[in-house]
């Protein structure tokens, strides 16, 4: 009797056994690949402040566990610089493997965040055949677009064509939020001032336009938010890790910013003009000489990088209100006693005034450290002007 109820105990434990395994083996992925989606944290210099998007790959079939990067570009190329000005700069897809990925950003004190994409097997074939087919030469290249064509908007984009269903990506910014305040929290953050001002200065009223939730994408944190978001409707994440922690901060608190040193330029040259030497004269002289010549050949920028590249967000630039291409050809005629000079003079120091008042309520977000160098725009030419009248 004992031995009967051991033998079907036995007999029980087996069949539990094998409907395990059974369920185990008939549920397994055939596909045997993993993707996943690697958000990496800024760094210090300038084209990392914003972070960076990338796709792993792992093959269980081949072993391989491979790292696909849709930010690579050739800092050797012929015209590099002409063909980034001008919006033109092709940028590649790469692959590198995963440990050596992780060593790069790891000896930088970058972190990296990796979410497991919830797919199926032919979802993940047709992205890994995807990402494959576009490393073929006569595919891997691609117009590069900071805002709406870049690493990680091609990532976000793969990953809605060769998925089978709709998803919904939601606001991970506060309503309102515009392209420019979203370049600016991470520029503010890494003490960027000068290359705020920089970037403030080339981009246009396009970049104050409010943005749609897809075009938050364009910066690798928010992808990896809004992946996130969509587990509301459709589990799109299965599981999130980070890889490695972020070790240096690149936060910088610099004094020398934009607003002080064009205060301090406009403190100089107004005591300047105070002394009645002749050295101060000339030296004044000279001084708006160059003001000009520099601020109207930034204004002859400005209009190439609306006219002439490829750039949208650099069209209809208000900075061309202070920064006027037509003061380049003044500045040849700084010192002149014509009377068209004394007229310029005056309508520039009029304009420059009008612009001050109105800063504020312009519907491009101007940046502030330019306050004083408008100021300075606007009392030079004041006293271009009265000297002129004068004589």
Not at 72 to 87: A, I, S, W
Request: proline share 4%; glycine share 6%.
């Amino acid at each position: 009797m004992k031995r009967s109820a051991t033998k079907r105990l036995r007999q029980l434990l087996f069949l539990c056994t094998f409907a395990v395994l059974y369920t185990c083996a008939s549920s397994q992925d055939s596909s045997r690949l993993r993707i996943s989606l690697l958000t990496c944290t800024p760094g210090e210099e300038l084209y990392a402040t914003f972070g960076h998007s990338a796709y792993r790959v792992i093959d269980s079939n081949s072993l391989t566990d491979i790292v696909y990067n849709y930010g690579t570009f050739n800092f050797g190329e012929d015209g590099f610089y002409l063909k980034f000005m001008r919006g033109k700069l092709l940028y590649y897809v790469s692959t590198e493997y995963f440990n050596e990925f992780v060593y790069g950003y790891r000896s930088e004190g970058r972190g990296i965040t990796e979410q497991v994409l919830n797919l199926t097997p032919a979802e993940k074939v047709r992205i890994r055949n995807f990402l494959n087919e576009n490393l073929k030469p006569q595919n891997r290249y691609y117009k590069y677009d900071f805002f709406f064509d870049n690493c990680t908007t091609r990532l976000r984009d793969i990953l809605k064509k060769q998925h089978d269903t709709a998803f919904v990506f939601r606001s991970v910014m506060p309503p309102g939020s515009r392209f420019r305040q979203a370049l600016h929290e991470y520029l503010d953050r890494n003490g960027e001032v000068w290359s705020k001002l920089g970037i403030d200065i080339l981009l246009g009223l396009p970049s104050d336009a409010v943005m749609t939730p897809g075009q938050m994408q364009f910066l690798p944190d928010n992808l990896m938010k809004s992946l996130d978001s969509c587990n509301v409707d459709h589990r799109l994440v299965l599981s999130s890790q980070e890889i490695c922690h972020a070790t240096v901060s690149y936060e910088k608190h610099p004094f020398f910013t934009p607003f002080v040193v064009f205060a301090l330029l406009f403190a100089l040259i107004f005591v300047l003009s105070l002394i009645p030497n002749r050295f101060a004269r000339a030296f004044l002289q000279g001084f708006d000489g160059i003001l000009f010549f520099l601020t109207g050949t930034l204004g002859i920028i400005l209009v190439l990088m609306w006219m002439a590249t490829d750039h949208i967000m650099c069209s209809n630039n208000l900075n061309l209100l202070w920064a006027w291409p037509t003061h380049f050809i003044l500045a040849f005629f700084v010192n002149s006693n014509k009377k068209w000079v004394k007229w310029y003079y005056g309508i520039n120091a009029t304009t420059m005034a009008i612009l001050l008042g109105a800063w504020f309520f312009l519907p491009q977000q101007m940046n502030n450290g330019l306050l004083p160098l408008v100021a300075l725009l606007m009392y030079r030419s004041w006293v271009k002007w009265w000297e002129v009248k004068r004589v």
